[in-house]
């Protein structure tokens, strides 16, 4: 090994960041349909209908906004690392599917799990995502070999048969008001066959981990992270509002420690509430979106707006455009830093979706011993 010294350490969102993978564009490609995906994609979305990999230019231009990203983080002291990309458009099967393309490496936090110094490959309910870790093997390696106390842990990879989804889920011209009634009743297009999740699902407070139960994550796949971090409190949560619940960071964002900023439209249940209001935390509603729509062939809503990066508990990464939101933190004592970074949110995210932690300062703590 050639030192020993830490290299793998986050156990929160707000804790000062030192050492962040940001993803790549690269080969990116709109998925062929699919199951969990023909989900995800809004009936009246300009993606419907359309697969195969996307325009050079427009990917581009979402390398050079995650660049430039990347400088700045780098001009804070915070070391980047990047992903390996491997060929997105190409198919890819297992005895038990096909599927004409892959996705593609630009958001990490989907993928990669850290807590404390084990980084976890979640498992995916998509497809053309299950081989997307191998973007991530080279620099997981990496860490392994430099750090004696990482651990590289991958969750079981499931089959991803029809099995695991409601074929009548899109059998119609659903509409929202069905679809905001399904998730009330936490009826989701993924099954309960074998555990699924996604990472981007899964927020770190210390010794606790909230989950969001939706679109890419189950209840058994719930139960697995509960079965896995034994010394963790794993708390199931969901946002009935949410007519396409896929990843929690777009709806509920720690900000520091006490503060948490809300979707409006999908608020947290009065009784999933109690953990936070019983230990002293404020939920409040973030800002309205500075946009009325997404950018064009984007999954994500416009409520990207809210999906932050926090460098350290005084200072956060806000889209430039998102005015708004950006004006709220202010106001809440943050030092808001604007990146552009409208045009890359169609290859999977925002600021916070297109990163992963490697190393927050900090140490395990207990914020909610209420309970």
């Known amino acids: 090994m050639s030192s020993s010294k830490t290299i793998v350490n986050s156990w929160n969102e707000w804790d000062p960041l030192k050492h962040v993978i940001v993803g790549r564009a690269d080969g990116c490609c709109i998925p062929a349909p699919e199951p969990a995906l023909d989900a995800k994609v809004p009936e009246d979305s300009d993606m419907k209908g359309q697969h195969g990999q996307r325009t050079q230019d427009t990917i581009d231009k979402a390398n050079e906004l995650l660049n ?10 915070i070391k980047v690392d990047r992903p390996t990309p491997i060929k997105h458009n190409q198919k890819i099967s297992t005895p038990d599917w096909e599927v004409d393309s892959m996705f ?4 990490a936090r989907d993928i990669i799990l850290t807590v404390g110094n084990e980084m976890l490959e979640a498992t995916m309910s998509y497809r053309c995502r299950w081989f997307e870790y191998l973007n991530y093997r080279p620099l997981l390696q990496n860490y392994f070999e430099q750090d004696p106390n990482m651990r590289h ?3 079981p990879k499931p089959r ?6 409601r074929k009548d889920y899109l059998s119609e011209k659903i509409g929202v008001q069905k679809r905001l009634k399904w998730t009330e009743d936490k009826f989701f297009v993924t099954t309960e066959e074998e555990p699924l999740f996604d990472a981007a699902d899964i927020l770190r ?4 981990l909230v989950v969001q139960h939706g679109f890419t994550t189950n209840l058994k796949g719930i139960d697995w992270l509960r079965r896995h971090f034994k010394d963790h409190r794993v708390h199931a949560v969901n946002f009935p509002g949410d007519p396409y619940p896929i990843h929690i960071d777009a709806t509920f964002t720690p900000i520091k420690e006490g503060l948490i900023i809300n979707n409006p439209q999908r608020r947290l249940p009065k009784e999933q509430r109690k953990l936070f209001e019983d230990n002293g935390w404020k939920i409040i509603d973030s800002a309205q979106p500075a946009h009325n729509s997404p950018p064009p062939l984007c999954y994500s809503s416009v409520w990207l707006s809210m999906n932050v990066l926090v460098l350290d508990p005084k200072t956060v990464c806000v889209e430039k455009s998102e005015v708004y939101q950006a004006e709220q933190l202010d ?14 949110y169609a290859f999977g995210g925002g600021l916070h979706c297109c990163t992963a932690d490697v190393y927050r300062e900090g140490d395990l703590k207990d914020y909610f011993p209420k309970q």
């Open 68 to 77: 430039n990203f990347v400088s700045l983080l780098e001009k804070r002291g």
């Open 104 to 107: 593609g490496c630009m958001p």
């Open 153 to 155: 842990e991958i969750a």
């Open 160 to 165: 991803l048969t029809d099995a695991d989804y």
């Open 205 to 208: 407070f210390g010794k606790d």
């Open 331 to 344: 106001k809440l004592g943050m030092e808001v830093l604007p990146v552009e970074l409208r045009d890359a």
